[in-house]
């Protein structure tokens, strides 16, 4: 039987195979149970909530593996509790937004969310997308058990693989998970052209077009922190991350 265990410090910890545990929150019922049954489909273990401070609570009782939020919630807002859950501890967010707004998007992953959705959407991508972020959480933990040696220098630009830090001119940038992944992509190959379709499927482990939005939404939320410089836009292609002048 598959099983979660709690260490003595709290922390849920999950054995090979085990069930991975989903907060869904969500105020319209027809959704969050939509979710829920789907999720539960494909063999996650879900708790739901249907506003801020019962979303904060939850997710400090049952430390759940992975967060699907709605930012329009009873209470407080969505942002509010990414904030207050990602100073609890730090947990892979999937953000759910009713308005195609890239300020709504920008926003959320600048407080921490990792992924986001814009209603409607088919449960067949949103269970996709889970799977996704569970292995890229599964896969930063693997890289910082057997951490890359050495730093690497662009210029002002420094990225340390072993702590997963980045620092612009000597200053501690942070990063979420993703977007650190996201540098370290174009990083790889300094200078080079990436395209949304092969960030996507180095970054997301996803090969489906209709997801490279999201690959410009991240971009951009990097940008703000790196310096808009340091990517440059390949119009029609993709993305590269530019280099100081030998």
Known sequence: MEQTHTSQSGATTTTPGAQ?????VEDDPTIVDAIAARLRAEGFLVQTAADGPAAVDTAE???????????????????????RVQAQRPVPVLMLTARDDETDMLVGLGVGADDYMTKPFSMRELAARVHVLL???????????????????????????????VRVKSEDVHLTPTEF????CLANTPRAVLSREQLLAEVWDWADASGTRTVDSHIKALRRKIGAERIRTVHGVGYALETPTP
């Open 135 to 165: 292995r890229r959480v599964e896969r930063a933990a693997v890289a910082a058990a057997t951490p890359r040696s050495g730093i690497l220098r662009l210029g002002e630009l420094e990225i340390d693989h072993a702590q997963r830090r």
């Open 20 to 24: 991975r545990r989903v907060l869904v």
């Open 181 to 184: 992944d996201l540098l370290v």
């Open 61 to 83: 009782a049952w430390q759940p593996d992975l967060l699907i939020l709605d930012i329009m919630l009873p209470g407080f807002d969505g942002l509010e509790v990414c904030r």
